[in-house]
């Protein structure tokens, strides 16, 4: 699955693609464990480095976990206009399906900040969702 997000007028886009990894989750113990790979790519005219993250993870129960950290995967990268930056993480859900979304805090070269947004995908066990 691939999800798409330009955010105006920062030009910044969002691209997620999440796995199901069934060797790392037991269903008799409701853990389910998902992979997902963001790619993020700056359009815009001028370098912005990510400052932090924002992540909303909504679980079939509709229980709720917000997760908020400096950059992502240790970094804090840095892209400049036209460069990209790719990075996998996982999460563990009690159910078969759930949805994540969120935010990056984003800084300028100017040294303004920005968020950008994070459009909500769905992280399903295959055959479970049609």
Known sequence: MLRMKKTEPC???IQTQVKYLSDQSDEQA???VFSYTISITNLGKVAAR???RHWVITDAYNHVQEVRGQGVVGEQPMLQPGQGFEYTSGTVL???VGTMRGSYLM???DGSDFEVEIP???L???RVLH
């Open 50 to 52: 990510l400052i932090s």
């Open 124 to 126: 399903s066990v295959p």
């Open 94 to 96: 009690p159910t078969q």
């Open 107 to 109: 800084r300028g070269d």
């Open 30 to 32: 409701e853990r389910f």
């Open 11 to 13: 030009d910044i886009l």
């Open 120 to 122: 909500e995908f769905v």
